[in-house]
């Protein structure tokens, strides 16, 4: 099967749908949350991330959702901006989950919640970075290991951050000059 997110003008809601890699055609389409337009255009700006027998949508209005890829059951869903206190970027959120671990970690860009990690089976909140109240930008979050140290790096709205995996703990933080 072929994942991919897209936009239903017709119900106005972002949709993840999963298709058959032989012809194309649609095996089961879901909504995970309401579509958002700009002078940009409107719909999706990432893709679903896949892990096991699991997929993590993220939409350009925030809303989260684990849904089954046999069948597409929503298994937990949220929204990062209002659950984080995250303020809706310029272009709309662009990114994709990144799924590390346990984690599933998406950059909110809220108020001591810059980037957040989620238990991946349940959507409930393993930390968020403290230290780390940068908007969110447009990239995905990326996971290296770093002179030792798991770290989750990022660029946000304000620079290239990176933060411990275990805990959030901010390491690193570049402005440009």
Request: include cysteine; aromatic fraction near 6%.
């Amino acid at each position: 099967h072929l994942f991919v997110q897209a936009m239903s003008a017709a119900e106005r809601t972002s949709t993840v749908a999963s298709l058959n890699r032989a012809d194309g055609k649609v095996v089961w389409r879901r909504s995970v949350g309401r579509s958002s337009y700009n002078d940009r255009g409107p719909g999706p700006r990432g893709t679903p991330t896949i892990d096991d027998d699991r997929l993590y949508a993220l939409t350009e209005s925030g809303d989260l959702a684990c849904l089954a890829i046999a069948d597409g059951t929503i298994k937990w869903q949220r929204n990062i901006l209002a659950d984080f206190g995250g303020r809706q970027i310029p272009w709309l959120i662009s990114e994709s989950p990144l799924v590390d671990g346990g984690n599933v970690i998406v950059t909110p860009g809220g108020p001591s919640a810059g980037i957040a990690a989620l238990d991946k089976m349940t959507g409930k909140t393993v930390w968020t970075s403290q230290q780390l109240s940068d908007e969110a930008g447009y990239a995905s979050p990326i996971a290296a290991d770093v002179q030792g140290v798991h770290v989750i790096m990022t660029l946000t709205a304000q620079a290239g951050v990176g933060v411990r995996a275990s805990d959030g703990k901010l390491m690193w933080r570049h402005t440009p000059v």
